[in-house]
């Protein structure tokens, strides 16, 4: 079973930037689509971005388009998000998981997250 760890969260600054890493054991993430997801202290979890198996497409949230990049080296079973511009808005739990359909429709296999936080 595939299991997810997310990492690369800290404390920033307002205009900073992050990178987080998913890297995956006990299985490959070369054929499935992932997604990036976020939850903010007292929100609910909502979603950041997405990338297809292949890494060539890719589609974000609107808070976080052109600031926010995800991609993906599936020879390191591994998928990132690069955060630029950071804002504190963007301060939350990251975390990454598995998109089961293909579709960004249902996703599984979810990571323990990795803390954000961003200060003005």
């Known amino acids: 079973q595939v299991q997810l760890v997310e990492s690369g969260g800290g404390l920033v600054q307002a205009g900073g930037s992050l990178r987080l890493s998913c890297a995956a054991s006990?299985?490959?993430?070369?054929?499935?689509?992932m997604g990036w997801f976020r939850q903010g202290p007292g929100k609910e979890r909502e979603f950041v971005a997405h990338?297809?198996?292949?890494?060539?497409?890719?589609n974000y949230a609107e808070s976080v388009l052109g600031r926010f990049i995800i991609s993906r080296d599936n020879a390191k079973n591994t998928v990132y998000l690069q955060m630029n511009s950071l804002k504190p808005e963007d301060t939350a739990i990251y975390y990454c998981?598995?998109?089961?359909?293909?579709?960004?429709?249902?996703?599984?296999?979810w990571g323990q997250g990795t803390q954000v936080t961003v200060s003005s």
């Open positions: 998981a598995v998109d089961i359909t293909g579709r960004a429709i249902a996703y599984d296999y």
């Open positions: 990338i297809s198996w292949s890494g060539h497409y890719s």
């Open positions: 006990g299985g490959t993430l070369r054929n499935y689509a």
